[in-house]
């Protein structure tokens, strides 16, 4: 039976794709049975990016009600064309509170497999009380460390931030 240390070890080493002997030298430094000096280097987040970037918040086992509205979503990216290609957007719109969220990261969860590449889930907070929405050039900023980018690589002004992104896509 494996602990908890040796199973979370295990799960990190798995979400960083490592293999081999670095996978072999990660786990032992997670478990302290190695000095972390002794783990190999990993390339800098900025040189690569993740086989799949997956920030969906955890979904809500208990979803009930939007019947339409979900088969919707699933039967219009369900249908998505293979392998790239171009895809419609869906927007949730309604006031705050009727669960505009929920929907939507339901629906993702339930979409994964349509989207390889990755999902990226990005507040923007648009009707929380007393907080203001998400400044686009900030939301930019968010996505491209998401997208693998160190905090110094990343460009001040809405206008290149967004050059970027279209590039780093």
Same mark, same amino acid.
């Given at each position: 039976?494996? !602990?908890?240390?040796?199973? !979370?070890?295990?799960? $990190?080493?798995? *979400?960083?794709?490592? !293999?081999?002997?670095?996978?072999?030298?990660?786990?032992?430094?997670?478990?302290?049975?190695?000095?972390?000096?002794?783990?190999?280097?990993?390339?800098?987040?900025?040189?690569?990016?993740? *086989?799949?970037?997956?920030?969906?918040?955890?979904?809500? *086992?208990?979803?009930?009600?939007?019947?339409?509205?979900? %088969?919707?979503? $699933?039967? !219009?990216?369900? %249908?998505?064309?293979? /392998?790239? /290609?171009?895809?419609?957007?869906? *927007?949730?719109?309604?006031?705050?509170?009727? /669960?505009?969220?929920?929907?939507?990261?339901?629906?993702?969860?339930?979409?994964?497999?349509?989207?390889? %590449? /990755?999902?990226?889930?990005?507040?923007?907070?648009?009707?929380?009380?007393?907080?203001?929405?998400? %400044?686009?050039?900030?939301?930019?900023?968010?996505?491209?460390?998401?997208?693998?980018?160190?905090?110094?690589?990343?460009?001040?002004?809405?206008?290149?931030?967004?050059?970027?992104?279209?590039?780093? $896509?």
């Amino acid at each position: 039976m494996s !602990t908890a240390r040796r199973e !979370t070890a295990r799960l $990190l080493a798995e *979400a960083l794709h490592l !293999t081999g002997a670095g996978r072999i030298a990660f786990e032992a430094a997670a478990r302290g049975r190695v000095p972390v000096a002794d783990v190999p280097d990993r390339p800098h987040p900025a040189d690569s990016m993740a *086989a799949a970037t997956r920030t969906l918040p955890r979904d809500i *086992a208990s979803f009930t009600g939007r019947d339409p509205e979900l %088969d919707y979503l $699933l039967k !219009t990216y369900s %249908d998505a064309p293979a /392998g790239g /290609g171009v895809i419609g957007i869906c *927007a949730i719109g309604g006031m705050a509170g009727i /669960g505009k969220t929920a929907l939507a990261v339901h629906a993702a969860h339930r979409l994964a497999a349509c989207f390889p %590449d /990755g999902q990226i889930f990005l507040p923007l907070h648009g009707h929380v009380s007393g907080q203001r929405p998400v %400044d686009p050039a900030d939301a930019l900023a968010s996505l491209l460390q998401t997208a693998g980018l160190a905090v110094e690589s990343i460009p001040d002004g809405l206008e290149t931030r967004t050059r970027l992104w279209r590039d780093r $896509l």
